[in-house]
């Protein structure tokens, strides 16, 4: 099986969740676009603590076919809001990932900021609560414990 399997349903559209880096530049290249006013881009870093206990590294493992059409749901939904949006990515990493390596980008293009920001904050706010991608911290006690999503609906989704 490839590292890296992306899927496309609108031909602008890209998603995938792979093993490899993911690159700023390449997933802004992607959602760039001439009739875009905006390409709003959301970059997830691993930091280096949860709730003020140490954070050493996360791990995430995802359920790889069904998180993708989850992300062609996601851009499905933003085209039925916001028609105008022209471009969608979403990548995530799976692995273990360590301190300030990016675990998910978001980007979205779109003729108006507005729209553009609205767009990716609600991808990356579904794709926290319905994408089949958990994660697991890595303590600097040498403890680790998985973040499931039924736990990121139980608490605020900042936190996740």
Known sequence: ???TTPIEKHTKDKFAVTFAPLSLEEVYALADDSANGAVVVMSGTVRNQTDGKPV???EYQAYQPMALRVFEGIASDIRQTWPDVNRVIIYHRTGRLEI???SVLVAVGSPHRSEAF???QYAIDTLKHN???WKKEHWADGYSSWVSIGACEKTSIEKC
């Open 1 to 3: 099986m490839p590292l």
């Open 56 to 58: 050493v590294a996360l």
């Open 100 to 102: 300030g390596e990016i």
């Open 118 to 120: 609205a767009a990716c």
């Open 131 to 133: 994408a089949p991608i």
